[in-house]
């Protein structure tokens, strides 16, 4: 029977060749029974056997220590020292306030003169115990209270590595500690605290092996056109040579564009950058009325001449394909760039906005009502007028300047203006702030552009996932008939997706509420008039004509 023992033998060498050293010494019965002279003879082979052995004395008797001096001699360690963390006082200068805003740190150190002591012996060719104080002159920690010594917290590079693949799904360091203390079986085994995780992954942010930020990102984006042959990048630079505006899209988003790039909505949101560029989406809906991005930019500033760059290199990038309407919300250095570059397409102001500024001038829920009723119902442009100034004369109006900067604008916020342009049943930049809230939840304005770009990527790469995902449904399932025109619904169930399917289905219900009021008339071209209204409401009336046999390219969008 072999009564070997296993254990750390005097010389701090491994009994058991086949274990690690961090097993060796947490084998140690009870640190606390060890004697200043059982520890004076210990050798150790290496500086690190030495620390790793007071590492885990320390531990033991919960207290934390740090490095002090070293005597070095051509190459080779000769001396080394380590200390309690509570050794020496705080200077006197340090207690001198001068009228310091801020309030001194609190103390730490009490000149504790516990301390472990290692000298290279050339003839053992080992490191011998030249000092060992064990005794304390302060009150050790409890158990307990292991997390919090500095000296015992860690960040391991597998936790670091944990961390990052978390976030790069958009969970917070927050999250992914709580993970990590969940998977450790608690904060005292976790091996450090949450602003370790931080500070370890602020430092890792810090530290790029590119000679700049703008240049790390332009990195990135060289590396995704050798990926994607169709992948567009445009940036400038300012007088100083530094990264003003950068514009890109990827081939997919070109696709995109070119399928429902009719209707274009863009905006900039703030708060997701350290330099705080103003981020930019050029928002669209796709034939599930999902959200579809088809480019993105950072910007310098928001003045006309960036605004005016921004949408020339976004048509450059397009191949010069016009949209037919754009969603603003009524910024003016977009107004103007728009009507530089896109004079053609037709520029909508966003009612969600105009909401909260009629809200702000005109206060009188009355006033509201009316003004909302003038913005959002369907009706003629001679019904509007007539609309709004009966509101103008009921409310005494005439001078409110608010009112009449807005009766100049109406063609641009009015649906009465909008019946023959197609506006793929929007109204408001709201699918552009949802958007960026989307993107948001992956980045933030501590982040460098390097971070931003491939965040911002990995975020587009669900987006489209989502996409796919309605594609399958779509494919895989029918929509069970519900109206009393069941041929004219299963028509379009089967031409259109689901969620479009959806909007002409409520369309198809309102035809129950419709009176056919005169019709039809008969002209020379063949085509037919017929004036309809709603259902016991004369005098909201509608010219519906029908051209037989002839496609019209663009429909008067009813829906709105």
Same mark, same amino acid.
């Given at each position: 029977?072999?009564? %070997?023992?296993?254990?750390?033998?005097?010389e701090?060498?491994?009994?058991?060749?086949?274990?690690?050293?961090?097993?060796?010494?947490?084998?140690?019965? *009870? &640190?606390?029974?060890?004697?200043a002279?059982?520890v004076?003879?210990?050798?150790?082979? %290496?500086?690190?056997?030495?620390?790793?052995?007071?590492?885990?004395y320390?531990?033991?008797?919960?207290?934390?220590?740090?490095?002090d %001096?070293?005597?070095?001699?051509?190459?080779?360690?000769?001396?080394?020292?380590?200390?309690?963390?509570?050794?020496?006082?705080?200077?006197?200068?340090?207690?001198?306030?001068?009228?310091?805003?801020?309030?001194?740190?609190?103390?730490?150190r009490?000149?504790?003169?516990?301390?472990?002591r290692?000298? $290279?012996?050339?003839?053992?060719?080992?490191?011998?115990?030249?000092?060992?104080?064990?005794?304390?002159?302060h009150?050790l920690?409890?158990?307990?209270?292991?997390a919090?010594?500095?000296?015992?917290?860690?960040?391991? +590079?597998?936790?670091?590595?944990?961390?990052?693949?978390?976030s790069?799904v958009?969970?917070?360091?927050?999250?992914?500690?709580?993970?990590?203390?969940?998977?450790?079986?608690?904060?005292k085994?976790?091996?450090? !605290?949450?602003?370790?995780?931080?500070n370890?992954?602020?430092?890792?942010?810090?530290?790029?092996?590119?000679?700049?930020?703008?240049?790390?990102?332009?990195?990135?984006?060289?590396?995704?056109?050798?990926?994607?042959?169709?992948?567009y990048?445009?940036?400038?630079?300012?007088?100083?040579?530094r990264?003003?505006?950068? #514009?890109?899209?990827?081939?997919?988003?070109?696709?995109?564009?070119?399928c429902?790039?009719?209707?274009?909505?863009?905006?900039?949101t $703030?708060?997701?950058?350290?330099?705080?560029?103003?981020?930019?989406?050029?928002?669209g809906?796709?034939?599930?009325?999902g959200?579809?991005? #088809?480019?993105?930019?950072?910007?310098?500033?928001?003045?006309?001449?960036? &605004? !005016?760059?921004l949408?020339?290199? #976004?048509?450059?990038?397009?191949?010069? +394909?016009?949209?037919i309407?754009?969603? !603003?919300?009524?910024?003016?250095?977009?107004?103007?760039?728009?009507e530089?570059?896109?004079?053609?397409a037709k520029?909508?102001?966003?009612a969600?906005?105009?909401?909260?500024?009629?809200?702000?001038?005109?206060?009188?829920?009355?006033?509201?009502?009316? #003004?909302?009723?003038?913005?959002?119902?369907?009706?003629?442009?001679?019904?509007f007028?007539?609309?709004?100034?009966?509101?103008?004369?009921?409310?005494?109006?005439h001078n409110?300047?608010?009112i009449?900067?807005?009766?100049?604008?109406?063609?641009?916020?009015?649906?009465?203006?909008?019946?023959?342009h197609?506006m793929?049943?929007?109204?408001?930049?709201q699918?552009?702030?949802?958007?960026?809230?989307?993107?948001?939840?992956?980045?933030?304005?501590?982040?460098k552009?390097?971070e931003?770009?491939?965040?911002?990527?990995?975020?587009?790469?669900?987006l489209?996932?989502?996409?796919?995902?309605?594609?399958?449904? !779509?494919?895989?399932?029918?929509?069970?008939?519900?109206?009393?025109?069941?041929?004219?619904?299963?028509?379009?169930?089967?031409?259109?997706?689901?969620d479009?399917?959806?909007?002409?289905?409520k369309?198809?219900?309102?035809?129950?509420?419709?009176?056919?009021?005169?019709?039809?008339? &008969?002209f020379?071209?063949?085509?037919?008039?017929? %004036?309809m209204?709603?259902? +016991?409401?004369?005098?909201?009336?509608?010219?519906?004509?029908y051209?037989?046999?002839k496609?019209?390219?663009?429909?008067? *969008?009813?829906?709105?």
């Open positions: 029977m072999d009564n %070997t023992t296993k254990g750390c033998n005097k701090g060498t491994r009994a058991d060749e086949t274990r690690t050293d961090d097993e060796v010494f947490n084998d140690v019965p *009870d &640190y606390r029974r060890l004697k002279e059982d004076k003879a210990m050798t150790f082979k %290496t500086v690190e056997d030495a620390e790793r052995f007071y590492s885990a320390s531990l033991a008797l919960v207290f934390g220590f740090r490095k %001096t070293k005597g070095e001699a051509e190459g080779t360690i000769r001396r080394r020292q380590w200390l309690c963390n509570k050794q020496g006082t705080r200077a006197k200068k340090w207690f001198v306030l001068d009228g310091r805003g801020r309030t001194p740190r609190k103390i730490t009490v000149n504790c003169k516990a301390k472990f290692v000298n $290279y012996n050339e003839l053992v060719e080992a490191y011998m115990v030249k000092a060992f104080v064990p005794e304390h002159s009150e920690a409890t158990g307990n209270q292991t919090f010594i500095h000296s015992h917290r860690n960040v391991g +590079k597998s936790d670091l590595a944990r961390a990052n693949t978390m790069k958009s969970i917070r360091p927050c999250h992914a500690y709580e993970y990590m203390v969940e998977q450790a079986g608690g904060y085994t976790v091996g450090f !605290t949450e602003k370790d995780l931080y370890k992954l602020d430092q890792q942010r810090r530290t790029t092996s590119f000679e700049s930020d703008s240049e790390g990102a332009l990195a990135y984006m060289n590396a995704l056109a050798a990926q994607d042959p169709y992948f990048c445009r940036f400038n630079v300012d007088i100083e040579d990264l003003a505006n950068m #514009f890109w899209r990827d081939g997919h988003a070109f696709v995109d564009f070119m429902y790039g009719d209707v274009l909505i863009f905006d900039s $703030y708060k997701t950058n350290v330099y705080k560029k103003p981020l930019v989406l050029f928002v809906s796709n034939n599930h009325r959200s579809i991005l #088809f480019g993105a930019a950072l910007l310098v500033d928001e003045t006309v001449e960036t &605004y !005016t760059w949408l020339r290199s #976004f048509l450059d990038a397009m191949n010069g +394909k016009m949209p309407a754009v969603l !603003t919300d009524g910024d003016e250095a977009m107004r103007s760039a728009i530089d570059v896109m004079p053609q520029h909508r102001l966003c969600w906005h105009l909401s909260r500024n009629s809200n702000t001038n005109l206060k009188c829920d009355e006033k509201l009502k009316a #003004f909302n009723r003038c913005m959002r119902k369907f009706q003629t442009v001679e019904q007028e007539v609309m709004w100034h009966d509101m103008v004369e009921k409310f005494d109006l409110s300047f608010w009449n900067m807005m009766y100049e604008k109406r063609d641009k916020w009015a649906q009465a203006f909008f019946r023959n197609f793929a049943g929007m109204r408001s930049t699918r552009c702030e949802g958007m960026n809230r989307f993107m948001k939840d992956s980045i933030g304005s501590g982040m552009l390097v931003v770009v491939p965040r911002m990527d990995r975020a587009l790469m669900r489209r996932n989502n996409q796919v995902r309605d594609d399958f449904n !779509t494919m895989n399932s029918t929509p069970v008939l519900e109206t009393h025109l069941k041929d004219l619904e299963n028509h379009a169930a089967s031409i259109y997706t689901y479009v399917f959806k909007w002409v289905r369309e198809i219900r309102k035809e129950s509420q419709a009176t056919l009021r005169q019709g039809p008339e &008969y020379e071209d063949w085509h037919r008039v017929y %004036t209204s709603a259902y +016991k409401r004369p005098d909201f009336e509608h010219k519906v004509v051209y037989h046999g496609n019209t390219e663009s429909a008067a *969008d009813p829906i709105m």
